[in-house]
């Protein structure tokens, strides 16, 4: 443990550092990048720019409940209600620039990378727009096949090469190669212990709550290239594993009856009503998808292999892969129910949602809910109707076990 510090210590300060530490970059005259969270940040890095992610500054608005002011903002310029909530929160700071939860320098470039939805494109393209800033665009293909198909990983490789030609333009120095090799090997290895630290929760009962998994989350998006990031989930994974061996649940108080997978985005906005409901009813959040999503794995100096591996998050891959996906988290971590979040702002996530949901009750009998909510937009969501939902899935569970127990006699 550094310096006797806990996880959850380096956590908070880590958060804090990266945030302040963008504002000195832009204070000394550093170029100041804005990325969408699941993008090629390795290009970025090897480049010493400072990279700040506007879905991670939206989330850490709404979770300190000041996303309303920038949500009024950009919808009083013209945005929708119906787009995603993540860009009205940027498109208001943008105009706004000051939040009482936590600040980032307006940006040199965007960068952006499609992958986790075709929004971001629009947004980043009004971004650089509006701010008359160079725009850069990772195109990733959606995968109707399990594997992408060459043709595919070339046109990727091919952007990744045109990239590097930007980022050489914009900050007029020759793109460093070996600088690169070294984020990508921190990247990988933070990317290991990330994923291994989440998989600690096939424990029984779980050492990890799964509402800190959103949390450990903000860092696995913003300082994936840096050995803080590393060593953070290192510890995290160590302390996880410690406390599997002592056969430790996921609370102090309080008894882990129901093990569900949560499907979507985290209500950010919403985050004590929505946990605390759960730990109510003794439910704990063992996996999602989230564990997989930011475990981006490829060789060292692999470009080819590394334009790949950002073209697999889980809303750029087919029904069936997700479907079978989430089959197999349910059996490896041995999960009671599913809660599915229809996030009104998320619109590629909630379309298949349905569809799953009958897949899953139907390949492996697993109850599941529904409830509607946002990530950032305290609006929406109905605590009422959130937990009368919840209620009627711990019945579906429990019924679920007592077939069960009459099976087994």
């Known amino acids: 443990m550094e310096g006797n510090k806990t996880s959850k210590q380096l956590l908070n300060e880590l958060v804090d550092q990266h945030y302040a530490g963008a504002a000195q970059a832009k204070k000394e005259g550093k170029l100041i990048a804005w990325a969408t969270s699941i993008c090629p940040q390795e290009l970025l890095e090897a480049m010493d720019i400072y990279v700040v992610y506007p879905e991670n500054h939206a989330a850490a608005i709404a979770a300190r409940k000041g996303s309303s002011e920038f949500l009024e903002q950009s919808e009083g310029c013209g945005y929708s209600i119906d787009i995603c909530s993540y860009a009205r929160v940027n498109l208001g700071y943008k105009d706004i620039k000051e939040s009482d939860a936590c600040n980032i320098p307006m940006p040199d ?17 009004n971004l650089a727009t509006e701010l008359d800033i160079p725009f850069i665009l990772f195109d990733t293909p959606f995968n109707h096949l399990y594997e992408a198909p060459d043709h595919t990983v070339a046109y990727m490789r091919g952007q990744i090469e045109q990239a590097i030609s930007q980022l050489e333009e914009i900050t007029g120095k020759p793109f460093d190669y070996d600088r690169l090799a070294e984020v990508m090997k921190i990247s990988n290895e933070t990317a290991y212990w990330w994923r291994k630290a989440c998989f600690t929760a096939q424990a029984v009962p779980s050492p990890l709550n799964g509402f800190d998994m959103f949390n450990y989350m903000a860092l696995v998006v913003c300082i994936r290239g840096k050995k803080e990031g590393r060593d953070l989930f290192k510890l995290w994974c160590e302390e996880l594993e410690a406390r599997a061996a002592k056969g430790l649940g996921p609370w102090k108080e309080g008894e882990e009856k129901y093990r569900v997978i949560w499907d979507g985005i985290a209500c950010w906005a919403n985050l004590s009503p929505t946990y605390k409901i759960l730990k109510k009813y003794g439910i704990n959040v063992v996996t999602s998808l989230y564990p997989d999503a930011w475990t ?91 937990e009368t939902r919840i209620q009627a899935l711990v019945e579906m569970m429990e019924n679920r076990k007592a077939e069960k127990g009459e099976a087994s006699c």
């Open 109 to 125: 470039l965007v960068f952006c990378c499609n992958n986790i939805c075709t929004t971001v494109a629009k947004w980043y393209e």
């Open 296 to 386: 981006i794995l490829y060789e060292t100096n692999d470009v080819e292999g590394m334009a790949k591996a950002y073209s697999y998050y889980h809303a750029n891959r087919c029904v069936d892969y997700v479907s079978e996906t989430m089959l197999g988290l349910a059996k490896e971590f041995q999960v009671d129910g599913v809660i599915f979040h229809s996030n009104r702002s998320c619109k590629l996530m909630d379309f298949t949602v349905y569809e799953q949901q009958r897949r899953l009750e139907e390949k492996a009998g697993i109850p599941s809910v529904v409830f509607d909510g946002d990530m950032c937009d305290p609006r929406i969501l109905s605590e009422a109707q959130y």
